[in-house]
């Protein structure tokens, strides 16, 4: 997810967003243990996106 993507969405679809991507990344954390994992980046880039989401977020609250 590009951040001028992020920055395009309402603060509702965003905290939407970053309940998907935390169950996702729950979800991934779970694979990774047990060594079903299949796409491993998928686990980075989830953090940065929730990292993004989060950003936004805090600037749109501040602002």
């Not at 603060?11 to 729950?26: G, P, S």
């Not at 989060?54 to 609250?61: I, N």
């Amino acid at each position: 997810m590009k951040i001028d993507e992020v920055r395009g969405l309402t603060h509702d679809q965003l905290a939407e967003t970053l309940v998907n991507l935390k169950k996702e990344q729950f979800n991934l954390r779970f694979q990774a243990a047990t060594g079903q994992v299949e796409k491993t980046h998928r686990v980075d880039q989830i953090r940065k996106d929730i990292a993004r989401i989060k950003t936004v977020l805090r600037a749109k609250t501040a602002a």
